[in-house]
């Protein structure tokens, strides 16, 4: 992986683009190897299109490393998929949080794939123990490291060079005293870091109808769910230039809007009439 510009501190502070073009005009090709396993895996199985397509989008962009963490350009994703940029990040949500798939760090627009390294790595060696250590190196949110070696510590590994990899990384981890150097892992307490808890189902964004019809059932409120969707599809999810963080609460606004206005649906400018605050 390519190191990142000096200046780079994250998305939207550097020419983004620029550096893109510059960086694919010197990028080597390589191939990613996607086991035929892929497609009766019970998880994918139940993926939706957009899903199946968004993951495997993951496994084999451009960007990827052997290690499986990777700098991951929203923008350049979205352009290459041919999604919107809210979508992406409505994706890469989904996988983090709904599918325990990923980890992306909104800091350095990191994005470590879980099980990576059980399947990236086919026959190994000295030259793969090396590219992956170097991969460890270009890695700038130490927390994606610790991610994965939680993660594969617990698994039976069967390759010899990605059981030495990650043997070397459970040292790098929990080495507390030559932690002096930008190459080094940062201490453990890193590895105990509590993660952000996962949002409720009620915090999904955007929910789906079923979601969003079951509460307003379930309030007897008379809110055309539909209708609540549509509104807020339209404005990408956001509430001003913030996005959305609980629908629910968006869905008592307009229970609050109803009574104000006669028991009528809120109209498109509804939101310019309350200040939501989710």
Known sequence: MEQFPDDYECEGQIDIWEWMEEKEQTMKRIKRIVDTGFWSDEKVMN???????????????????????YYLPIKKAAFDLGYSVETVETLIERFEIEYDLIRFSETTNEV??????????????????DCLLKDQMQVRDKS???????????????NDTVKSYIESLSKDINDNDNDNDNERIVDES????????????????????????????????????ET????????????????????QSAIRTWEKGRKNQGNHEPKNSFSSGFELKV
């Open 47 to 69: 993926f939706s299109p957009e899903d199946k397509y968004f993951w495997l989008f993951l496994l084999t962009n451009e960007y990827t490393t052997q290690l499986g963490i």
């Open 112 to 129: 470590a794939i879980k099980n990576y390294l059980l399947y990236s790595v086919v026959k190994g060696g000295k030259p793969v123990y």
């Open 144 to 158: 994606l490291l610790a991610y994965v070696y939680n993660n594969l510590k617990r698994k039976d590994i069967d």
């Open 190 to 225: 890193l590895t105990n870091r509590e993660y952000k808890k996962p949002k409720p189902e009620k915090n999904i964004i955007p929910p789906t109808l079923e979601m969003v019809k079951a509460y307003c059932e379930e309030r007897n409120n008379g809110i055309d769910a």
């Open 228 to 247: 609540f969707i549509d509104f807020y599809e339209s404005k990408g999810w956001l509430i001003g230039k913030n996005r959305m963080k609980d629908w």
